[in-house]
């Protein structure tokens, strides 16, 4: 691990937002959580989570940038009880606390793990700023303890979830895909799309990801990578939000090779042929004034990293 870290230095870690290029869904389990097979991939949006030493047992979060004010800044702040779960997990004989700064540009509530990502940023952050003795497997068990999608946001690339989604496996993909998000203005809970996949049965038994998706990406082909993504919470998320069939249709108007909500929702992801395409099709659908805000990304990046 780095060199300590003084009381005054800031630790500044970036951690990237994501998409499921596949999200099979099975039913309900008996903790609540939906059994998954996904496929993640990190994508280039980033939240920045920075930590400086606070006095013992004191964890504050102040949070910056778009959609700052949806983010709560008590102790129901996911990064927050990132810190805590980490300092209570070192020992409580250590004197330890954090502030932490976010600067968000993942979207809230949005179907991207905003959440989640800022939670792993602050557990990397905080190893750091605290000098722990602590390994990337054991920080992977604390992120999944915080939600299921926290694991991936450390490791970022490209994986395979099983489990919750917080059973990791890497998965081999060759190249950069070009995706273009639209974020929208109203946010989608994630229990509420679980909710109402569960009362349209839309569950899938058994449950696998895609090999097609898998040898799309083994072989660097974006036109086959289209044709296979798939997302079973999609129908879910439309039901809850009919108006991101318009969203979806316009992309796939515009050019786009394939067009799906992002995990939960509701942020719609355009997957692009070419860096010069998704370029064309971000212009386009920015003009058509139906979304709040439009991104164009590429992926895969890696996940919560040190910024030096
Ligand atoms: O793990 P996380 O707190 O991010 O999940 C948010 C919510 O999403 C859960 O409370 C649950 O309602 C739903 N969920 C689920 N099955 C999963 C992951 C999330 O039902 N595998």
């Known amino acids: 691990m780095a060199s300590p ?12 937002g994501k ?3 596949a999200l099979r869904c099975g039913p309900r389990r008996p903790d609540g959580y939906h059994s998954l097979a996904t496929v993640f991939q990190a994508v ?4 920045e989570v920075e930590a400086t030493w606070a006095k013992p047992g004191r964890f504050t979060v102040t949070v910056l940038g778009d959609q700052a004010d949806l983010v709560p800044t008590g102790e129901s702040n996911l990064a927050a009880k990132a810190a805590r779960l980490l300092a209570a997990t070192v020992g409580a004989d250590q004197p330890l606390g954090a502030d932490l700064v976010i600067r968000k540009s993942i979207p ?3 179907g991207m793990a905003g959440g989640s990502a800022d939670a792993a940023g602050a557990l990397l952050a905080c190893a750091v700023l605290w000098d722990l003795d602590i390994t990337p497997d054991e920080l992977r068990d604390l992120g999944a303890q915080l939600g ?9 690339g490209t994986a395979l979830g099983t489990g919750r989604g917080d059973q990791l496996a890497p998965v081999l993909s060759r190249g950069t895909y070009h995706w273009v998000l639209a974020f929208s203005a109203a946010e989608l809970s994630t229990p509420a799309v679980f909710a109402k996949f569960d009362e349209l049965g839309l569950a899938v038994e058994p449950l ?14 974006v036109h086959a990578l289209g ?6 919470l999609e129908p879910a998320a439309l039901a809850l939000r009919p108006q991101l069939g318009q969203v979806l249709e316009a992309g796939r108007e515009l050019g786009a090779i394939a067009a799906m909500v992002s995990g939960s929702g509701p942020t719609v992801a355009f997957l692009a042929a070419n860096e010069p395409s998704a370029v064309d099709l971000s212009v386009k659908l920015s ?3 139906i979304c709040r805000a439009v991104k164009r990304v590429s992926g895969p990046v890696p996940g919560a990293r040190l910024v030096v």
Do not use: Q, W, Y
């Open 5 to 16: 870290v003084t009381e005054t230095e800031a630790v500044r870690v970036r951690v990237a």
């Open 19 to 21: 998409v499921n290029l």
């Open 44 to 47: 280039s949006v980033f939240d």
């Open 108 to 110: 809230v509530t949005g």
């Open 148 to 156: 299921a999608d926290v694991p991936f946001c450390l490791v970022g």
């Open 208 to 221: 696998e990801a895609p090999p097609e998706i898998l040898n799309a990406l083994v072989s660097g082909d």
């Open 227 to 232: 044709k296979s993504l798939v997302n079973d």
């Open 287 to 289: 003009s058509l004034g």
